[in-house]
């Protein structure tokens, strides 16, 4: 089962697809509207064959704005989205990329997909 995980951000969206039990980082999405970003999204769920989506939800605000971009992504996908915790994914997500060598300007580069890639990690090991 292909399975899309996303760390949404106010302006950049990481991306990361798990097709076995592993998942990996797969872009970083920058945007203005959330409306063309879900567009986005589409496309890559349809060139990947997705069949899930699962969608990092943080605390306080931020939760509640993932919650709206959420509500949008459904209107144009048909696919099931779940919401998993994506508490210290990005932290993790830091860690991982220094430990693995990568240099600055890469980790800053890819820092919301790896999250995006330790957070459905998390969740396939969860599931």
Do not use: W
């Not at 409306?35 to 699962?54: A, F, P, S, Y």
Request: hydrophobic fraction near 40%; charged fraction near 30%; charge should be neutral.
């Amino acid at each position: 089962m292909n399975i899309v995980g996303i760390d949404f951000g106010l302006s950049k969206v990481g991306i990361a697809i798990a097709t076995s039990k592993l998942a990996e980082p797969m872009k970083v999405l920058r945007y203005k509207d959330v409306k063309t970003l879900c567009t986005e999204i589409k496309k890559i769920c349809e060139k990947e064959g997705v069949e899930k989506i699962i969608v990092g939800i943080s605390e306080g605000q931020m939760a509640q704005k993932t919650k709206e971009f959420i509500e949008e992504l459904k209107k144009q996908v048909n696919i099931p989205i779940l919401e998993f915790d994506e508490t210290l994914s990005t932290y993790d997500a830091q860690r991982l990329s220094i430990e693995s060598g990568m240099n600055r300007r890469k980790r800053h580069e890819m820092e919301d997909a790896i999250a995006a890639s330790v957070m459905l990690q998390n969740y396939l090991d969860a599931n």
